[in-house]
């Protein structure tokens, strides 16, 4: 295969350039290919002049989750002991993002456990946004779980850009992570958000056990339903979920699925998230050589991420892969 080829066609020939049958055969190269896959994905962000994100986050509500996807500590189907509580206060959300935007973060989101909010936390999630949007340089985005029209319109009137909404694993794979909602009442949240006119971000976490085959399915689902930017988690086994024995993926691999999801969405926001430090180790700063161009700061929902100025340090090292 003519991997130094690829990042010319996609580049000149688009955002649909790559085709399913090749992705699969990309996939399937070995591993001493791994590194002229990741040079060809960092080519392509590079083309697109894709520019540096660096999302933040507050677990705004935590716990108490009614859905049983094996990977999260707080499904109420699994006993993992972390911190649980309601929506918090408009006041504390916004302390959050105060303290994200001097530490240099460009985006913000307000993310709640459970399937859906109610109407008054609806309320507290759109005051919080009104707040930050005036307060601070921080693009406001949020996870409150499946919307519906009119909720969509509420949180993009009240300032929020950005709806994020996971898919998580491809619909194949699916069943065997989540029993208690339909994968197609998650692909219908994102596109009542885009009705709305929300971006939309949505990815997934890889590492679940699912093979390269559903990778790439995942990937063109996401190309298919033309979200905005595409977060990609690595399972961090959690003591108490269903997954708490599932090895880390190699970072080798890890690297190499950021790239095909890159070169099968060379034009979409690709932002590396939750797992990066457990899974990558050393070998973080080469998600952006990878295809990347953005990655979450400070910490996730129930887990440590890394001091936020060794981030600063290691982007301000990555500058000729980002340029």
Not at 11 to 38: N, Q, V
Not at 196 to 207: D, E, H, N, P, R
Request: hydrophobic letters at 35%; one cysteine or more.
């Amino acid at each position: 295969m003519d991997i130094s080829g690829i990042a010319e066609k996609i580049i000149h020939e688009g955002d649909h350039a790559m085709t399913y049958d090749e992705a699969r055969e990309l996939a399937s190269l070995p591993e001493g290919d791994t590194a002229d896959i990741l040079h060809c994905a960092g080519k392509i962000m590079r083309g697109y002049e894709k520019k540096l994100i660096l999302c933040s986050i507050i677990n705004a509500k935590s716990g108490f989750c009614p859905e049983d996807c094996a990977f999260c500590a707080q499904s109420s189907h699994h006993n993992t002991k972390i911190d649980t509580y309601d929506l918090l206060k408009k006041e504390k959300i916004v302390e959050q993002a105060l303290r994200m935007d001097e530490s240099g973060a460009t985006r913000y989101s307000m993310v709640t456990s459970g399937f859906a909010l109610r109407d008054e936390e609806i309320d507290t999630i759109c005051d919080a946004a009104k707040t930050i949007r005036d307060d601070t340089n921080l693009t406001v985005c949020t996870s409150p779980g499946t919307v519906t029209e009119a909720t969509a319109r509420r949180l993009k009137g009240s300032g929020i850009s950005f709806y994020h909404h996971n898919l998580e694993t491809a619909r194949s794979y699916f069943d065997k992570i989540c029993t208690t909602h339909s994968y197609d009442e998650d692909i219908q949240a994102v596109k009542t958000a885009k009705a709305s006119g929300l971006k939309v971000c949505s990815g997934g976490i890889l590492g679940l056990g699912e093979t390269w085959e559903q990778r790439i399915e995942l990937a063109f689902t996401l190309r298919e339903l033309g979200v905005d930017g595409i977060p990609l988690n690595f399972l961090n086994p959690i003591p108490g979920t269903r997954m708490e024995h599932m090895s880390l993926l190699p970072p080798a691999e890890a690297l190499k699925c950021i790239a095909l999801f890159r070169l099968v969405n060379p034009g979409k926001e690709i932002i590396i998230c939750g797992g990066r430090e457990v899974v990558l180790k050393d070998f973080q700063s080469w998600i952006f050589f990878a295809g990347a161009n953005g990655l979450m700061i400070g910490n996730y929902l129930t887990t440590q991420g890394r001091n936020i100025k060794m981030d600063m340090e290691m982007i301000k090292d990555s500058r000729p892969w980002l340029l």
